[in-house]
């Protein structure tokens, strides 16, 4: 039974996790003491629950005290809450202490209780005053209880609401010793009053706050549209710079990279195809040769080596010009090959930042790191080039 319950317990935490990384994200602060101990904390949604079945260890098989008359009143609510949510179902109208005395043995053999002593969903943001069951189990069964502060929950899924992109915040505090429902009330109140600080870097916040401007936009756009030209260096590097720091812009960011390449890409076949040279630095005679090879065996399809070739895509738009290829067949696979570099680049970034938010002090760092890998690739790609 209790490796059944571990085991449920962990696909609850694998399933919630995932669930609340894809609406904003997650963050926890804190941990449990070892052994059993009952957790109360404050209740204002019905995320309240995943964002703690998401947090809480699944090797304390955390069992949640769900009001009865709510999660029981139909099979389908009774299964959610036993299936999806780990909840123990409990009266709020009278016999409530009886459905609680079966946890007892449960606690002293090292579970977690997980208790809303509030009895309800706070429905305008102040919190209620906290009933005593929690509190008389702990007692009863000699454990500590541990005050929990959660953010952001009521934003992600209001009452009667519909779910919005909102960061969660669990904050755990410090286990208490035979607390009065007054003093575990206040105890929570606090962890969830206080925002959650982690070391920062400035750097990262003025690039994060550079990233919401317009003035960011058109950089990325002037950059994306003059590497399809002239400009040397990528506009991948740029876009991972600014998604590293802020990964809820990276839509925006590579949606106007690719129009500022597409863009560039059809003028630099304009002025190919009119016989115009424009400064190409770090392409080498094989960079052309090739391109011009791919374009004559496959047309705009050639294009689609680009993005593995190492060859700069304002290479391939000058061969296309060159060889009187088709404007609108070369814009629709350009958008495609170009898309699909950036998008995979840009994910990959936002993952790390996504993973790295508890070290975001590191971003200076990191960016080195990555204009450093970015120019080691550059010269390698041109040496190898030059070699061919």
Request: proline content about 6%.
């Amino acid at each position: 039974m209790t490796r059944r319950r571990v085991l449920g317990a962990m696909a609850r935490r694998l399933m919630w996790r995932g669930v609340l990384t894809s609406t904003g994200g997650i963050s926890v602060e804190g941990e449990l003491p070892a052994g059993g101990c009952v957790v109360v904390a404050n209740h204002s949604s019905h995320a309240d629950t995943a964002a703690l079945l998401a947090t809480l260890p699944a090797d304390t098989r955390p069992a949640f005290v769900a009001a009865a008359d709510y999660w029981g009143s139909s099979r389908s609510r009774k299964w959610a809450c036993r299936a999806l949510g780990g909840g123990y179902e409990v009266r709020r109208g009278g016999g409530g202490s009886a459905d609680l005395a079966p946890l007892v043995d449960e606690l002293r053999n090292g579970r977690t209780v997980v208790v809303f002593p509030e009895g309800t969903r706070s429905r305008d943001g102040s919190m209620q005053r906290f009933h005593s069951g929690a509190f008389r189990l702990a007692a009863e069964a000699g454990v500590p209880v541990v005050p929990v502060g959660l953010r952001g929950t009521s934003e992600l899924l209001p009452v009667h609401g519909d779910v919005h992109r909102a960061r969660v915040q669990v904050r755990i505090g410090v286990p208490m010793a035979s607390p009065t429902p007054s003093e575990g009330q206040l105890a929570v109140a606090t962890l969830a009053a206080s925002p959650v600080q982690r070391p920062d870097s400035s750097l990262r916040l003025r690039v994060a706050e550079f990233t919401k401007t317009r003035v960011c936009l058109a950089l990325v756009l002037a950059w994306a549209f003059l590497e399809a030209i002239v400009w040397p260096v990528v506009p991948e590097l740029l876009l991972v710079v600014l998604v590293l720091a802020a990964p809820s812009s990276w839509r925006r960011l590579t949606a106007t990279a690719l129009g500022g390449a597409v863009i560039g890409g059809v003028v630099m076949l304009g002025l190919a195809g009119a016989g115009i040279e424009t400064p190409q630095p770090l392409v080498t005679d094989s960079m052309r040769a090739e391109a011009t090879s791919d374009v004559a065996g496959h047309g705009a399809y050639a294009v689609y080596q680009q993005p593995v070739s190492g060859i700069p895509f304002k290479v391939y738009a000058a061969a296309a010009g060159d060889a009187g290829v088709d404007p609108v067949a070369f814009v629709a696979h350009s958008a495609v090959a170009r898309g699909g570099r950036f998008v995979l680049v840009v994910a990959v970034a936002a993952a790390v930042a996504m993973a790295m938010q508890k070290w975001r002090r590191f971003y200076p760092l990191l960016v080195a790191a990555v204009v450093g890998g970015f120019a080691l690739g550059l010269v390698r790609v041109v040496t190898a080039w030059n070699q061919a």
